[in-house]
């Protein structure tokens, strides 16, 4: 039977791309951010999971604002990246798993999670950037993955509440998989950042390390917060937290947290990497 | 026909893109979205007040693209990272971006943020648990 064995939560964020694209990992912004990965890497390699799950949001490359799933997943075999408008060089295609995205989808559609089934989806870097700072570059990834997009960016937005909830009907959806296969599940996005306004620039670090603490913890404390109370304490663009949640719900009532990492700035937010298992 | 107030509204220096103005400025952010195609930025780049013509801009829309008004086409109605689309090839970041509507530049925008890390990791030490190097 497949097998939820960790999540992860990460930065998405365009600029970390760059960094790794342009060899700055290492340069004094970016090296306490890029090493807080190295737990996560050594976890990886010893686990080799099958397949990951990157939960994230599409930022106008797949979906335009004329269709926008609450929740998408990718049914496809394969993934491409491409052009999201500023020329980078796309990188090599994901392969996904048709067969599981589909049982996926049906379980989570009968669990009254009305998911939108893709058959064609372009990654963006809200994809991208978590598959090249988990796993590195590569012309073939190493590990199978599929995108569930979640709209954090036309308004209204799920719940923290409701995405807690499909991570809860996710890890029903996997683990009555009849494969064996070890699987990740990704939250991307966050932490509290805001792009636009008069209030851009703002980063909350007492809200952001209190929603660690809680998504270790105490998930009902984050999942018990309105949208509006989250963009008011996290910023507008800092909903995007609210996706860590699909994976805390993914992994089980207790968790144990075998890594946290907490960096601020990384461009306008603030990162946090976590690594969990599920516990007793 | 009304539109619905929401609580997010008072969030100061805020602007919560939702479906009141996702629809007022559906056509613009449409514009934006074709540049994912380099054939588009081009056709764009050749006769922009046509493309914008194109796409059914309005005439306060079309002036602001045209002039490249990247504040005044985030006030608006674009979307952030629809806008990102439009400014970041023409060397305006989305920092920059943030910065205009304080009117600071984006060298100032960025120390500002800077200033986040001071202290940091005596904070996190504090807290207890957080992975250090």
Known sequence: MAEIIGGITTSHIPAVGNAISDGLTQEHYWKRFFDGYQPVHQWLEEKKPDLIIVVYNDHGLNFFLDKVPTFAIGCADAYQNADEGWGLKPTAPFDGDAEFSWHVAESLINQEFDMCTCQEMLVDHGFVNPMRVLFGDHEVWPIKAIPLAVNTVQHPLPSARRCYKLGQALKVAIDSYPEDMKVVIAGTGGMSHQLQGERAGMINVDYDLECIESIINDPDWFADQSTDHIMEQAGTEGIETIMWMVMRGALGEKVNCLHKHYHAPISNTGAGVLLLEGGA | MVWKKHDYEDIPGSYVFDGKIAHSAYAMNKLFYSFNDE???????????AYCDKFGLTDEQKALVVKQDFLGVLRSGANIYYMAKFAIPRGVSVQDAGAAFQGITGDE???????????????????GGYWNG
């Open chain 2, 39 to 49: 054939s588009c930025r081009e056709e764009f780049n050749a006769d922009p007040a």
């Open chain 2, 109 to 127: 925008f960025r120390e500002k943020l800077l200033e986040k890390r001071e202290g940091l990791e005596e904070r996190l030490k504090k807290e």
